[in-house]
């Protein structure tokens, strides 16, 4: 081996063990974000060339030009905010959507990556891991009879696995454009659910999260179909309705589940509600507890059969019985007419549920609400 050649290797060796090592010196050249004593908050970014920076997130109505000190970090607090979770992210010279490198905590909804931040106190808390028992969260793959295999997130309670007992199963569906991930990350079913229960206020339950998109089996990046980027996909064609069923028997042989009407709820968000919607009166001796949020509940495609004859089916749906159909709603929501209509409809026929309308639209802050207020409800 010539000199030289020893001398481009070691070279080669040198810098993939820096790569791959560097990040046990990182260093950050902000502190960000800062939660200040008032619950504002501090957001700092280093971009020491730029010209312009601005905040945009879900605690503003308009973006928040930011300063630059001399050290090149530019940074902008908030009013004091109420107690929740946030996202938010940097416009750079009119490059939208930066991430701010020195807050590691990043969720995804669809292809958009957000940072967020939480402010502690009343629903913040719930939102946040505390110091209670813990639920486990599994991936999970499934063959609902549909010849291949469907990833799902299931979150079993705390004393799940040092218990023989059998839990009641809520099926918590998605809106379109999201997966199996949804839930669990930007909803933050598991954190919610740990602290509900730990304190009373919810039953020890199963909670199911399937993947509603016909067109990938599992979310992006966790299947063989390669680094497909998230769309706003979905299906409404009566093909992920059809296939429930097979996937309710799947989970009761393969958890401890109580496998009757009384045990079970399903509810989702959007594309996640139209399909509760259509589940829930397709099979209405499968579920007890229907939960509607922001749903899609009049969009139905014509020429499936599935959805043909709603009016007879919900009928037979009631009649079957309910313990609780839910259906919540924010004022500003572009389904908000929708579901106005759909509301007059069940009035018309004297079926009874409960209605929630909250501020705000189409947003999973909404969302996270709805699910805390529903699971509440469950299973009494």
Same mark, same amino acid.
């Given at each position: 081996?010539?000199?030289?050649?020893?001398?481009?290797?070691?070279?080669?060796?040198?810098?993939?063990?820096?790569?791959?090592?560097?990040?046990?010196?990182?260093?950050?050249?902000?502190? /960000?974000?800062?939660?200040?004593?008032?619950?504002?908050?501090?957001?700092?970014?280093?971009?020491?060339?730029?010209?312009?920076?601005?905040?945009?997130?879900?605690?503003?109505?308009?973006?928040?030009?930011?300063?630059?000190?001399?050290?090149?970090?530019?940074?902008?607090?908030?009013?004091?905010?109420?107690?929740?979770?946030?996202?938010?992210?940097?416009?750079?010279?009119?490059?939208?959507?930066?991430?701010?490198?020195?807050?590691?905590?990043?969720?995804?909804?669809?292809?958009?990556?957000? @940072?967020?931040? #939480?402010?502690? =106190?009343?629903?913040?808390?719930?939102?946040?891991?505390?110091?209670?028992?813990?639920? /486990? #969260?599994?991936?999970?793959?499934?063959?609902?009879?549909?010849?291949?295999?469907?990833?799902?997130?299931? *979150?079993?309670?705390?004393?799940? &696995?040092?218990?023989?007992?059998?839990?009641?199963?809520? %099926?918590?569906?998605? =809106?379109?454009?999201?997966?199996?991930?949804?839930?669990?990350?930007?909803?933050?079913?598991?954190?919610?659910?740990?602290?509900?229960? !730990?304190?009373?206020?919810?039953?020890?339950?199963?909670?199911?999260?399937?993947?509603?998109?016909?067109?990938?089996?599992?979310?992006?990046?966790?299947?063989? &179909?390669?680094?497909?980027?998230?769309?706003?996909?979905?299906?409404?064609?009566?093909?992920?309705?059809?296939?429930?069923?097979?996937?309710?028997?799947?989970?009761?042989?393969?958890?401890?589940?109580?496998?009757?009407?009384?045990?079970?709820?399903?509810?989702?968000?959007?594309?996640? =509600?139209?399909?509760?919607?259509?589940?829930?009166?397709?099979?209405?001796?499968?579920?007890? %507890?229907? =939960?509607?949020?922001?749903?899609?509940?009049?969009?139905?495609?014509?020429?499936?059969?599935?959805?043909? @004859?709603?009016?007879?089916?919900? !009928?037979?749906?009631?009649?079957?019985?309910?313990?609780?159909?839910?259906? !919540? #709603?924010?004022?500003?929501?572009?389904?908000?007419?929708?579901?106005?209509?759909?509301?007059?409809?069940?009035?018309?026929?004297? %079926?009874? *549920?409960? %209605?929630?309308?909250?501020?705000?639209?189409?947003?999973?802050?909404?969302?996270?609400? *709805?699910?805390?207020?529903?699971?509440?409800?469950?299973?009494?």
């Amino acid at each position: 081996m010539t000199r030289r050649l020893c001398g481009l290797l070691m070279a080669i060796v040198t810098f993939t063990t820096a790569s791959a090592q560097q990040n046990l010196w990182q260093t950050d050249a902000a502190v /960000s974000p800062v939660v200040n004593s008032d619950n504002s908050v501090t957001l700092r970014l280093y971009a020491p060339q730029a010209e312009s920076v601005v905040a945009e997130g879900d605690f503003t109505a308009e973006a928040l030009a930011m300063t630059r000190r001399e050290d090149g970090v530019w940074e902008v607090t908030t009013a004091p905010l109420a107690s929740e979770l946030y996202t938010y992210r940097f416009t750079v010279d009119g490059m939208r959507d930066v991430h701010d490198p020195a807050n590691s905590y990043v969720m995804r909804d669809v292809g958009s990556q957000m @940072n967020y931040f #939480i402010i502690p =106190g009343e629903r913040g808390d719930l939102y946040a891991a505390q110091n209670v028992p813990h639920g /486990s #969260i599994a991936r999970v793959w499934a063959d609902a009879g549909d010849d291949r295999e469907r990833r799902m997130v299931v *979150y079993t309670p705390a004393d799940y &696995e040092d218990s023989r007992r059998k839990y009641p199963v809520l %099926y918590l569906l998605h =809106g379109m454009g999201g997966d199996e991930e949804a839930w669990i990350a930007t909803g933050r079913v598991a954190e919610i659910m740990d602290n509900l229960i !730990a304190e009373g206020l919810a039953e020890p339950m199963i909670i199911v999260m399937t993947n509603g998109c016909m067109q990938h089996v599992a979310a992006p990046g966790y299947s063989h &179909e390669g680094m497909w980027r998230p769309y706003m996909s979905g299906s409404m064609d009566g093909t992920f309705e059809s296939l429930f069923p097979g996937i309710v028997e799947w989970v009761d042989d393969h958890y401890r589940t109580i496998a009757k009407k009384h045990s079970r709820a399903i509810a989702g968000l959007s594309m996640g =509600g139209f399909h509760t919607l259509h589940i829930s009166k397709e099979y209405p001796t499968m579920f007890n %507890y229907v =939960g509607l949020f922001s749903a899609a509940v009049l969009r139905m495609r014509e020429g499936v059969a599935l959805y043909d @004859n709603m009016e007879a089916k919900l !009928a037979r749906q009631f009649d079957e019985g309910v313990a609780l159909y839910w259906i !919540a #709603i924010g004022k500003e929501d572009f389904l908000y007419e929708e579901n106005v209509r759909f509301r007059a409809m069940l009035d018309e026929a004297q %079926y009874p *549920y409960t %209605y929630r309308e909250s501020e705000g639209g189409h947003t999973w802050r909404n969302w996270r609400i *709805y699910l805390t207020e529903f699971a509440q409800q469950l299973f009494k």
